[in-house]
């Protein structure tokens, strides 16, 4: 079946830090991959996706590659600021015709500190 | 391009009572899917619509029921409500029902059952 693994949280970061979520999923299949964010009181943006393997997804300074090999695709940024606190979902879409529905991890939500 | 719409925004209803939502989706776009986000579960899939017709749906009872109009918007209705299904409802469009295209959220109906 398909699903998906994500680091649990809380993180809390200082400015300038460096961050990496930890996604990995299980699928049959081609799956799409997709980083959403969401932000209190609101529902998901798309931060950035992939849809086929060494395909690397970025968006505000956030990347992702896809890793057919090791099925992971972990979430990087070099420098988080305050405003990037908010609650990270990885997720993946089968890729098949018809049966077009993400399945998340559990979220993983930032604090970043000044 | 204006994103999707959803009302209302809050709801409150007592057990027993049933509650319609609507999804207006991303001009264009002919699929909507629903998902329900709590605290316990995360965010889990409740059903999809193409073309007015239901493609896909989840694993949730019959009380959780939709439908999709000619011009794309969405609506879903739950009856006989109970304190569990107090949640977050997102809905979500995507241009087709391929499972590479990216689903666009909506701000979400935050359902609260007394």
């Known amino acids: 079946g398909n699903s998906v693994t994500q680091m649990e949280g809380p993180v809390t970061l200082s400015e300038e830090a460096f961050l990496t979520i930890n996604c990995t999923y299980t699928?049959?299949?081609?799956?799409?991959l997709f980083w959403y964010v969401q932000y209190p009181g609101e529902g998901l943006q798309l931060l950035l996706k992939?849809?086929?393997?060494?395909d690397k997804g970025s968006n505000k300074g956030f990347e992702a590659t896809y890793r057919k090999e090791t099925t992971s695709f972990h979430l990087e940024k070099g420098s988080v600021q305050v405003s990037d606190s908010a609650v990270y979902f990885c997720?993946?879409?089968?890729?098949?015709?018809?049966?077009?529905?993400?399945?998340f991890g559990t979220g993983t939500r930032l604090t970043v500190i000044p | 391009k204006a994103g999707v719409t959803q009302t209302p925004r809050y709801l409150i209803k007592t057990r027993g009572q049933q509650v319609t939502l609507s999804c207006s989706p991303i001009?264009?776009?002919?699929?909507v899917s629903w998902y329900q986000q709590t605290p316990g579960q995360g965010l889990q899939f409740l059903f999809e619509?193409?073309?007015?017709?239901?493609?896909n749906k989840g694993n949730f009872p019959g009380r959780f029921s939709g439908r999709q109009f000619s011009n794309s918007r969405s609506e879903m209705n739950v009856s006989t409500l109970e304190l569990g299904d107090s949640a977050l409802y997102l809905c979500?469009?995507?241009?087709?029902?391929?499972?590479?295209?990216?689903?666009?959220f909506g701000p979400g109906t935050r359902l609260t059952v007394l």
């Open positions: 979500a469009s995507s241009l087709s029902s391929g499972g590479a295209d990216t689903q666009y």
């Open positions: 699928a049959t299949g081609y799956p799409s």
């Open positions: 992939a849809t086929k393997a060494d």
């Open positions: 997720a993946l879409n089968s890729g098949v015709t018809g049966a077009n529905n993400l399945f």
């Open positions: 001009s264009g776009h002919r699929s």
């Open positions: 619509y193409f073309s007015e017709t239901q493609r």
